[in-house]
């Protein structure tokens, strides 16, 4: 009798290898279908631009900073808060690795107190990565509770040390936190059933009564970022669309008494901006990442400075004199448009961003600097509004920045000459952040949560399908006959099921043929 396998059992094409290549095949394209079915259900990831305002930093993420806000607290008035953003356009549900602090960073908060440039208070955020079980995937491993549930498997502590400088030298430095924990990641309803709990539990009161938070929450900036578009391509037809609805950021916030941060009662004044130092193999920090007033380095510095800036001081700002006196923002709103760019030199832009509108945010003898200018004295408004300064409201921007005020549309007003007498009403065609700013520290709203999408179709909330896929294959409340996704998804768990058997009959079989190969 002549052998099947002429040549050994694992070499050749005979009948018996060519049906078992036929088996696995279909196998795999079972499976494969399972996969094809889910994905093409699956909502698609938005494409859009984000805080990236350099070439560098675009690509570090962890490192980016995002946006700074600087405004009296509405509920505790003698102090001020501190929001300062990191890591643009955190997918909800962008696991298995969610988003984390880098452990190799300095996250930084300056404040200058007398307007020299030079910071005379920092604030410095350490973070460590913790890791419970490193031989699972999972970011959480069952329900999280608590910031020290033993299911929360990737957990973050920092520290904070305050340091006293002089002329830009340290002289004086303490540890004012220490092993603070972090609030997570919201992986979803089912892993994290109560955030509010966890975010609750990430407050901590430092020594010398401020109030520090460090986590994820929505991303309190909101803006129709087709703006890069040719300035919304061109003829505004899609303008009003909030780009980063629906997106997270991690945030640091910072509450401190007011007599902390400024020279005094007299001169109440602060300017304040943010900053990341990277580690590098060396072990030295370099500055990476800065930001006082929004949109700076996204659109008034040009791209052969946007690097340069995020590793200077406020101290050397001169160098970039030119990108304010002379924008470049106006002129493209001309040339696409129509409407007249101001002339120039630009001076009143020198004051909204490099020294303090006068008799409001700018300290006596102030030295030209890009920061976000605070002044203390001015109490929180009863019914702020969104334009700030532009319309009457100087606890608004750019007398600081609050979390409802729309940065955007002021810019683009003061851009286009508003503080001159040039009134154009030019607006993205977004009023407001997505979601709700809470009314107490943090303030910021809570992040979009892992599990925050829509509905299998045929389903409702609460519904458990599990017992439904070896019942007609289909969603409860899908109707008998079921359709469309409803079907496919069900269709799809089916065929990976049968290929996974399909399989398994397959190797039995083979297996069977390798002890009796004739």
């Known amino acids: 009798m002549t052998p099947l396998f002429s040549r050994g059992p694992f070499s050749g094409r005979g009948p018996g290898r060519t049906g078992l290549v036929t088996l696995i095949c279909g196998a795999v394209a079972a499976g494969a279908l399972t996969a094809a079915g889910v994905t093409a259900l699956a909502p698609q990831a938005a494409s859009a631009s984000s805080h990236r305002e350099a070439p560098l930093i675009s690509g570090t993420p962890q490192y980016d900073n995002t946006d700074l806000y600087a405004f009296a607290s509405p509920d505790k008035p003698d102090t001020t808060t501190i929001v300062a953003n990191w890591i643009p356009f955190e997918e909800p549900a962008g696991g298995p690795n969610f988003y984390t602090f880098a452990d190799d960073a300095q996250y930084d908060i300056h404040i200058d107190s007398n307007g020299d440039a030079q910071d005379d208070l920092l604030f410095r955020y350490t973070f460590k990565t913790h890791t419970r079980n490193g031989n699972t995937f999972l970011y959480n491993t069952g329900v999280v509770k608590s910031l020290d549930d033993p299911n929360l498997n990737i957990t973050q502590t920092y520290d904070i040390d305050l340091i006293r400088l002089k002329h830009g030298r340290e002289v004086y430095r303490t540890r004012v936190a220490d092993k603070v924990p972090v609030a997570p990641s919201d992986v979803g309803k089912a892993s994290m059933p109560d955030y509010g709990k966890l975010r609750a539990q990430a407050l901590y009161k430092t020594a010398g009564g401020a109030t520090t938070f460090a986590g994820q929450a929505a991303d ?20 009003g669309n909030d780009t980063l609805k629906g997106y997270n950021v991690n945030t640091i916030a910072l509450q401190v008494p007011n007599d902390l941060i400024r020279e005094s009662s007299k001169q109440p004044v602060v300017g ?34 946007k690097d340069k800036f995020n590793a200077s001081q406020p101290a050397y700002d001169a160098q970039f004199l030119k990108n304010v006196t002379n924008p470049e923002l106006p002129k493209l709103i001309e040339s696409i448009y129509k409407i007249k760019a101001p002339s120039e030199p630009r001076n009143d832009l020198v004051d909204v961003f490099l020294k303090g509108v006068k008799g409001l945010n700018q300290p006596p003898n102030v030295r030209p600097s890009e920061e976000l200018r605070l002044n203390t004295s001015i109490k929180p408004s009863m019914h702020p509004k969104r334009l700030g300064v532009l319309d009457g409201d100087k606890a608004g921007f750019p007398n600081g920045r609050r979390l409802t005020d729309d940065v955007v549309d002021e810019a683009l007003q003061v851009m ?103």
């Open 220 to 239: 309190p900036f909101f803006a129709d970022l087709r703006v890069f578009d040719l300035l919304y391509g061109g003829n505004l037809s899609e303008v």
């Open 272 to 305: 304040i901006w943010s900053t990341t130092q990277r580690r590098n193999a060396q072990g030295y920090y370099t500055q990476v990442s800065r930001l006082g007033n929004p949109l700076v380095n996204e659109v008034v510095n040009p791209q052969k400075d």
């Open 416 to 518: 286009e000459g508003a503080l001159v007498g040039q009134k154009t009403g030019l607006s993205d065609g977004v009023d407001k952040a997505d979601g709700t700013f809470e009314k107490s520290f943090p303030y910021v709203a809570e992040p979009d949560s892992g599990s925050h999408g829509p509905l299998a179709k045929g389903t409702t909330a609460g519904t458990d399908v599990r017992s439904q896929l070896g019942d007609a294959l289909q969603p409860a409340g899908s109707g008998s006959g079921g359709s469309g996704n409803t079907v496919l998804i069900a269709a799809s768990a089916a065929s990976g099921a049968a290929g996974i058997l399909l399989l398994g009959t397959a190797v039995g079989w083979w297996r069977r043929r390798i002890r009796r190969p004739y």
